[in-house]
């Protein structure tokens, strides 16, 4: 049975990527515009992923400790993250709204403002074969568009996912498509 999504976050991106290398590139380049324009950010990712981000945001000469004390740059772990929305190997409504939107609200400091989210939760459960609710993860990100301001933009490893994915089922819960140059393509 399929969900009806009645919202999309202002942006909601994908990128399926070879090496953390270059998607932490597209990750940085996609957070550093909204840091330069005083949007803030947030990182919801694996370590190894989480310091390839900072890296690539350094060589932009950002200034993360400030950055990161201002609250203007948020950085998660998508595991310990997922260990508190999860419910019976499903993502709860509930728990993902009582985790995400203080995060948001945080991120804005009591202004209205439009966050930039990186998120990898929907990757970690890709790769553990829990493809329905990595599916049921992105229905909920776009639901929380129609409550909260935000870009989203989300990162699946290639690797096997071809030979496990009907991309279709992936692109459609997203607004744009990321290329490796970055560039995007609003998904038909």
């Given amino acids: 049975m399929e969900e009806t999504v009645h919202s999309f976050p202002v942006y909601h991106g994908v990128r399926f990527y070879e090496n953390e290398k270059s998607l932490a590139?597209?990750?940085?380049?996609?957070?550093?515009?909204?840091l330069a324009g005083s949007l803030p950010a947030i990182v919801v990712a694996t370590p190894s992923q989480r310091a390839a981000i900072l890296r690539a945001l350094h060589g932009r000469s950002m200034d993360l400790v400030q950055l990161q004390r201002s609250g203007d740059l948020t950085m998660l772990d998508a595991e310990?993250?997922?260990?508190?929305?999860?419910?019976?190997?499903?993502p709860d409504a509930d728990r993902f709204g009582?985790?995400?939107?203080?995060?948001?609200?945080?991120?804005?400091r009591g202004r209205r403002c439009l966050v930039r989210i990186y998120g990898q939760m929907v990757d970690v459960l890709w790769k553990n074969s829990m493809h329905a609710a990595a599916i049921r993860l992105e229905l909920l990100w776009n639901?929380?568009?129609?409550?909260?301001r935000f870009s989203l933009l989300c990162g699946y490893a290639l690797g096997h996912f071809y030979y496990d994915a009907n991309v279709s089922d992936i692109c459609r819960q997203h607004t744009h498509v990321v290329a490796a140059d970055g560039s995007t393509e609003a998904v038909a």
């Fill in 25 to 34: 590139h597209i990750v940085a380049g996609f957070l550093g515009e909204g």
């Fill in 80 to 90: 310990d993250s997922l260990d508190q929305l999860m419910v019976d190997g499903m």
């Fill in 98 to 108: 009582g985790f995400m939107v203080p995060a948001i609200e945080r991120a804005c």
């Fill in 143 to 148: 639901q929380l568009a129609a409550t909260h």
